[in-house]
Nanobody, 117 residues
Framework: QVQLVESGGGLVQVGGSLRLSCVAS????????MGWYRQAPGIQRELVAS???????DYADSVKGRFTISREYAKNTVYLQMNSLKPEDTAVYYC???????????RGQGTQVTVSS
């Protein structure tokens, strides 16, 4: 079993920045992909960014050039640096992890990001 705990959400003005963090804990696991997706009321869930164990990154078109995902492998931690935030970035952001081998997927509890205009 893997637990994911996010932190770093909050309220920020348009154009501001936030950094989200997510720490994975448990025992006997190896993570293949870590990432972030977001969910806003009435809007389809969106995979914002992901990073694989070999460092391959992928971003949603809506955040390219503004968000950066990074990972500290030794600490099982993933970060999402969000710059030039827009009101449409307002959502609950969830950390996700997919394990090597069986591909089990886990999700954190989520952290609220609110961008005020």
């Amino acid at each position: 079993q893997v637990q994911l705990v996010e932190s770093g959400g909050g309220l920020v003005q348009v154009g501001g920045s936030l950094r989200l963090s997510c720490v994975a804990s448990g025992s006997g696991f190896s993570i293949y992909v870590m990432g972030w997706y977001r969910q806003a009321p009435g809007i389809q869930r969106e995979l914002v960014a992901s990073i694989t164990s070999d460092g391959t990154r992928d971003y949603a078109d809506s955040v390219k050039g503004r968000f950066t995902i990074s990972r500290e492998y030794a600490k099982n931690t993933v970060y999402l640096q969000m710059n030039s935030l827009k009101p449409e970035d307002t959502a609950v952001y969830y950390c996700t992890a997919v394990l090597h081998g069986g591909g089990d997927q886990y999700r954190g509890q989520g952290t609220q990001v609110t961008v005020s205009s």
